[in-house]
């Protein structure tokens, strides 16, 4: 792995390289860049930010991926767990992985993530009701989803925004 050294800019949020950099290594920073908004202690309010991190951590993947966003009561992030690398149709999303790793985390709430390479974001049966069932198990333990986010190629939809929740 390469490291470049970056300079900050003149204004707020720009960066200067002191060598030449490949796409790659680009596409590489606006991982760790977007890892590091989602990183532990930060407190998300805006649901396009939140998208536009999600957007760019799993864009690359080459299949699905469903994931936890964990946060603690005030709403400021624990972590980020890929949990499942297959489809969403079946049963690969198992409830009580969801609900072992919000309790590991000691998670007040959650975002569940499904990142799809292959369709628009548009959200699946399946993933409504997905929701409702994660939703009633993790209810069970006093944690709460504030959103299912369906990442796409073409973007980003909320169930949340959607009423499915």
């Known amino acids: 792995m390469k490291y470049h050294k970056l300079k900050a800019g003149e204004t707020s949020g720009t960066y200067g390289m002191e060598s030449p950099i490949t796409e790659a290594d680009i596409l590489q920073m606006a991982q760790q860049l977007a890892m590091s908004r989602l990183s532990k202690g930060r407190a998300l309010t805006e649901p396009k930010h939140v998208f536009s991190h999600l957007k760019t951590l799993l864009q ?37 992985e969801v609900v072992k790793i919000a309790l590991e985390h000691t998670a007040a709430a959650v975002i569940l993530v499904h990142y799809d390479p292959s369709e628009d974001p548009e959200p699946s049966q399946a993933d409504r009701m997905l929701t409702t069932t994660l939703k009633n198990a993790l209810n069970m333990i006093g944690t709460r989803i504030l959103d299912h986010v369906v990442v796409g190629y073409e973007g980003c939809v909320s169930l949340a925004e959607r009423g499915h929740l």
Do not use: N, Q
């Open 60 to 96: 690359y993947h080459e299949h699905e991926v469903f994931a936890l966003l964990l946060f603690d009561t005030k709403h400021r992030v624990i972590g980020f767990r890929e949990l499942f690398g297959c489809t969403l149709k079946g049963a690969s999303v198992y409830p009580r």
